[in-house]
Antibody, heavy 122, light 107 residues
Framework: EVQLVESGGGLVQPGGSLRLSCAAS????????MSWVRQAPGKGLEWVSA????????YYADSVKGRFTISRDNSKNTLYLQMNSLRAEDTAVYYCAKDFQRQLTTFLIDYWGQGTLVTVSS | DIQMTQSPSSLSASVGDRVTITCRASQGIRNDLGWYQQKPGKAPKRLIY???SLQSGVPSRFSGSGSGTEFTLTISSLQPEDFATYYC?????????FGQGTKVEIK
């Protein structure tokens, strides 16, 4: 059974940093691209970033480019999102998500974690 | 970037009603579209992929159709557990883009 468990969310001041983690199990982690998707309170879903299975290719939404860094440790089956220069508009639940297709980055999500809340406020 | 326009943003329906939700892409995306259901406080769940393929375990009252720029999600007979928010996702090109969502409420 695929399981994705996010951690690392919390309250941070504007301009601060936070690192999210996602522990994956139930599938061959290194074979699948992974994404982060966020949802601001009461709003819709916004794709944030993705990384290929090997970690060699990364992708970002314009809204976070230059501030967020996605990475993965395939030996630990863990996905990360380093968030710097945080703004109030980054406040959201952040979901870790698995790509549908083995060995390809399709951006089509088939499994989601339960999410971790990031609140940016002074 | 490809933009996705989802409509309606909300609808009220009764149990047993047929419900249709539409997503339009600003340019052709072949059939690279998925549909997701999200209930309050929960993670989204995939219903449909490749525009019309039903995810394993999803009831057959859900169906998807379309190709190119216009896509629909249909619930043939609305059940109490179907009241939720539905999103489309285009994954034809980077960056992937979700529709704005359709909230299906009880009439």
């Amino acid at each position: 059974e695929v399981q994705l468990v996010e951690s690392g969310g919390g309250l941070v001041q504007p301009g601060g940093s936070l690192r999210l983690s996602c522990a994956a199990s139930g599938f061959t982690f290194s074979s699948y691209a992974m994404s982060w998707v966020r949802q601001a309170p009461g709003k819709g879903l916004e794709w944030v970033s993705a990384i290929s299975g090997s970690g060699g290719s990364t992708y970002y939404a314009d809204s976070v480019k230059g501030r967020f860094t996605i990475s993965r440790d395939n030996s630990k089956n863990t996905l990360y999102l380093q968030m710097n220069s945080l703004r109030a508009e980054d406040t959201a639940v952040y979901y870790c998500a698995k790509d549908f297709q083995r060995q390809l980055t399709t951006f089509l999500i088939d499994y989601w974690g339960q999410g971790t809340l990031v609140t940016v406020s002074s | 970037d490809i933009q996705m326009t989802q409509s309606p943003s909300s609808l009220s329906a009764s149990v047993g009603d047929r419900v249709t939700i539409t997503c339009r892409a600003s340019q052709g995306i072949r059939n690279d579209l998925g549909w997701y259901q999200q209930k309050p406080g929960k993670a989204p769940k995939r219903l449909i992929y490749a525009a019309s393929s039903l995810q394993s375990g999803v009831p057959s009252r859900f169906s998807g159709s379309g190709s190119g720029t216009e896509f629909t999600l249909t619930i043939s007979s609305l059940q109490p557990e179907d009241f939720a928010t539905y999103y489309c996702l285009q994954h034809n090109s980077y960056p992937p883009k979700f529709g704005q969502g359709t909230k299906v409420e009880i009439k």
